[in-house]
């Protein structure tokens, strides 16, 4: 199993922005689908972003679409995710996941998860 190691989360004001960095033990290129999905207090774990392993087909949540970006390093096996016009309702834990296989909206197909930096966004 692919072992995620995270970075980059922190406290940005309103309207700033944020990358967070999510390094795999392995190749991740044409091995797995990576996805980054955060929790908020008294909420469900929601989906973000996702990236597929051939092709670099990005998929996005509605309510991060045309803000947030992710992509990935082929040499480095890291998969990023640029935040961009952050506000306050994307304050959350932040936490990257992989996968060989599955929907890339489901939380629940993911095998392996990182340990998910804090992201807080002041008004």
């Known amino acids: 199993q692919v072992q995620l190691v995270e970075s980059g989360g922190g406290l940005v004001q309103a309207g700033g922005s944020l990358r967070l960095s999510c390094a795999a033990s392995?190749?991740?290129?044409?091995?797995?689908?990576t996805g980054w999905f955060r929790q908020s207090p008294g909420r469900e774990r929601e989906f973000v972003a996702a990236?597929?392993?051939?092709?670099?087909?990005?998929y996005y949540a509605d309510s991060v679409k045309d803000r947030f970006a992710i992509s990935r390093d082929t040499d480095k096996n890291t998969v990023y995710l640029l935040m961009n016009s952050l506000t306050p309702e994307d304050t959350a834990v932040y936490s990257c996941?992989?996968?060989?296989?599955?929907?890339?909206?489901?939380?629940?197909?993911?095998?392996?998860w990182g340990q998910g930096p804090q992201v807080t966004v002041s008004s």
């Open positions: 996941a992989a996968m060989t296989r599955g929907t890339v909206y489901y939380s629940q197909a993911y095998d392996s």
């Open positions: 990236l597929t392993a051939i092709g670099a087909r990005t």
């Open positions: 392995e190749r991740i290129t044409n091995s797995y689908h």
